[in-house]
């Protein structure tokens, strides 16, 4: 016969060891920061039909993370609200804060990896910029959504649940700033968003994706070769501003007044998205060729979307003293020749960056 007082010692001691053992469970788990900044994911709408029309960036990060609680069972969440905005007022100054941060936390021992929550607008640029500005291997996950939190079938939900899985898994270690979005792992450099509103709307369309999530885990099939992290010359941890560097769209009847302007307005570099493989118009040439003569770095990109862009193709840029954007859309070689004019205005350098990065 057990007496009284040796079973309740008998009950603590269990207690402890189920204690100890669900403390050793967790600590196994990696520790996962999410970085809200705004977005769909964190919006909401009138009723659970609006898809479109609805307030972005209305939620809080506990609340994204409350709304999972599957989280807790792949990592160690903990949240931060770093901005709270639509991703079209994301601005050159939100990146030097937000990639300053991301550095501080990957320094430390207890972040294992980091997602990002993000408008699906501009959610590719910041990834970009991150890809060159991140000093670290460990994983930074960008992650949003095309349905508001409060819409039927929200993509919200699942798409964090595989970013965190993704930010906390050994493989996605040194593989450069990565998107999770409608079950599968993209690229910073090579991601876009490709549809005003479908919930499969980020695509890699011929560079290819780099894998799938399925059954509660990441697969990688591909990765990039292109140097991205630590491997890159940029340093963010001293700037408080970048380099002004705008886009000039090409069309058919275009003319020089938005290269003008863009010059007026104290651009240090232009990136020309032509038609085509980045065809000047006749018009536009002239005043293209008077900023450079002015300092201006003119890179000529395509508004086309896929294919490289041929150096001293349909125009002699080594002539032109222009550089030559290789694969990356418009607004990717707008971050790139920021981050480029930060270190230099060599032409030959810039170029030599783009084809590394
Ligand atoms: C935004 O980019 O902030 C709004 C659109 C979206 O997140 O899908």
Redesign the pocket.
């Known amino acids: 016969m057990i007496s009284p007082s040796r079973c309740i010692n008998l009950l603590f001691a269990s207690i402890l060891l189920l204690t100890l053992s669900a403390q050793a469970q967790t600590a196994k788990l990696p520790n996962v920061t999410i970085l809200a900044t705004?977005?769909?994911?964190a919006?909401t709408g009138s009723t659970s039909t609006t898809t479109v029309g609805y307030t972005?960036?209305t939620i809080g990060v506990q609340t994204l993370i409350r709304a999972v609680p599957e989280l807790a069972k792949v990592a160690n969440v903990t949240g931060e609200q770093v901005f709270q905005?639509?991703?079209?007022?994301?601005g050159n100054e939100h990146w030097l804060t937000l990639g300053k941060r991301v550095n501080v936390l990957l320094a430390q021992d207890n972040v294992d990896g980091i997602v990002i929550t993000?408008?699906?607008?501009?959610?590719e640029e910041t990834a970009y910029f991150l890809n060159l500005v991140v000093k670290s291997r460990k994983p930074v996950v960008l992650v949003?959504?095309?349905?508001?939190s409060t819409a039927l079938s929200a993509d919200g939900p699942i798409n964090l649940y595989n970013a965190v899985i993704l930010a906390g898994s050994p493989e996605a270690v040194g593989k450069g700033v990565l998107v999770a979005m409608g079950d599968q792992i993209h690229a910073a450099r090579d991601v876009s968003?490709t549809n005003t509103?479908t919930p499969d709307?980020f695509k890699t369309t011929e560079l290819g994706m780099l894998g799938y999530f399925q059954g509660n885990r990441a697969f990688f099939y591909h990765q990039t070769i292109r140097k991205h992290t630590l491997e890159t010359e940029f340093d963010i941890g001293a700037l408080t501003s970048l380099p002004q560097v705008d886009i000039a769209y090409g069309y058919a009847n275009v003319g020089p007044v938005v290269v003008n302007a863009l010059v007026a307005a104290g651009a240090k570099g232009v990136i020309h998205a032509g038609v085509g493989d980045g065809s000047l118009a006749a018009k536009v040439l002239p005043a293209l060729t008077a900023a450079r003569a002015k300092g201006v770095v003119i890179v000529r990109a395509s508004r086309v979307g896929q294919g490289i862009l041929a150096r001293n193709g349909e125009a002699n840029d080594d002539a032109l003293d222009f550089v030559a954007a290789d694969t990356l859309n418009p607004q990717k070689a707008r971050i790139l020749l920021m981050l480029a004019l930060t270190k230099t205005t060599s032409t030959r350098e810039i170029q030599r960056m783009f084809y590394t990065y």
Do not use: F, Q, V, Y
């Open positions: 705004g977005g769909t994911i919006g972005a960036a905005i639509a991703s079209e007022n994301m993000h408008g699906t607008d501009t959610l949003g959504a095309m349905r508001p968003k509103s709307a």
